[in-house]
């Protein structure tokens, strides 16, 4: 699919919802919203900030893309879909600048914008479902980072030494990451007892003994994907080894459940009782089990009254977790079944089946 097709049936997306909700067009702002658009733009600079530098108005003929004279030049050159969009430009200097160039835009339309611009009304919350099911390049693309997600995530569980602080260890992983393009919007490192303590462990300057979690969802072009690899550094406990075959019994559950035209809260359902046939009903209270995954590190949480229903062409990142383990990797829905898609190479694995289908599991890997 060429750049000028994928947006181009973006913007068809984008009439229809621009005539269901009776608006003139949408302003767009938000990284997640931003990049899906654009094919992979990205007009942010302060990555903490949800709204980036550079906007793009959306009507039903027209894909205006405003920015400051900074990001302008920019835009120009890296957006690789650049011929699709027109650009306008302001002084940074200029306070004015760019709201006159949206009062200009805006005048005698009704528009919507995600990101809070004065006199706009708030983008309708089903924009989002636009996003949910990625068109045939954006797979292409997926793939790629999901693949190098995986590598990354193993390269670091593979290196990490006993003595290193979770500190250190996370920023090799940022380092494994950076240098495959992927943008780490998401660290996490836990060693030890914190592994047990914590479901989402910020890494600290705790320095690791036995054992360690390393958590990452990397992003490139908008796309973000997620994993999550655990080592341990001699004999394995047994009892750290039951849970983590129970985690990814469930986990696996999961992924053979996520199945086109099944409601996602039916694969919430199945992880809950999965929990409960291993010997663990109470451990899903403790943390979320994930969702669908795409532009945003979830674009939403799957739950027991979720209303989404799974379509080919989406993408999932489950991660059921039991105090100590988890198992967690990204998924595709494909006409062919689940496929993982962020495979770590030479991983140990185990084949768990659940309902008479099978999935390869990633287990904690033993130095």
């Known amino acids: 699919m060429s750049l000028t097709t994928e947006v181009e049936a973006k913007h068809e997306k984008v009439r229809t919802f621009l005539h269901a909700h009776h608006l003139d067009g949408v302003l767009l702002s938000k990284h997640h919203n931003f990049a899906w658009f654009t094919a992979g733009g990205s007009n942010f600079v302060n990555t903490a900030a949800e709204v980036g530098t550079a906007h793009l108005l959306i009507t039903v003929d027209r894909r205006i893309l405003i920015s400051n004279n900074i990001e302008g030049a920019r835009l120009r050159e890296e957006l690789e879909a650049r011929d699709e969009f027109e650009f306008e430009q302001h002084a940074w200097h200029d306070p004015r600048g760019q709201s006159e160039i949206l009062r200009a835009h805006a005048a005698g339309k009704r528009l919507a914008c995600d990101g809070g611009i004065p006199g706009m009304s708030p983008l309708p919350s089903d924009f989002d479902l636009l996003r949910h099911t990625l068109l ?125 035209g099944r409601p996602v809260r039916d694969v919430f359902n199945d992880i809950r009782s999965m929990y409960a046939q291993t010997g663990f009903p109470d451990e899903w209270k403790q943390h979320h089990q994930g969702g669908l995954i795409g532009y945003q590190p979830r674009e939403y949480i799957a739950g027991p009254a979720d209303s989404h229903t799974i379509a080919l062409n989406q993408a999932f990142a489950w991660n059921p977790s039991i105090a100590g383990t988890k198992s967690e990797d990204t998924m595709l829905v494909t006409e062919f079944g689940p496929e993982v898609l962020t495979a770590t190479p030479d991983w140990p694995l185990t084949e768990i089946i659940v309902s008479d289908r099978a999935a390869l599991r990633p287990d904690i890997l033993v130095r």
């Open 136 to 260: 045939d390049g954006e797979v292409v693309r997926f793939r790629q980072v999901c693949r190098d997600t995986g590598q990354a995530v193993g390269e670091v569980a593979r290196a990490v030494e006993v003595g290193q602080s979770e500190a250190e260890m996370s920023g090799m992983l940022a380092g494994a990451c950076r240098k495959r393009g992927l943008l780490p919007v998401v660290l996490l490192v836990a060693v030890d007892e914190r592994v047990s303590r914590f479901r989402h462990p910020l890494p600290t300057g705790k320095k690791l003994k036995r054992y360690a979690e390393l958590i990452a969802c990397g992003r490139r072009k908008g796309l973000v994907a997620a994993a999550s690899r655990l080592v341990c550094f001699g004999e394995l406990p047994d009892d750290l080894g039951n849970r983590h075959e129970a985690v990814m019994t469930v986990d696996t559950a999961a992924i053979v459940g996520t199945r086109p």
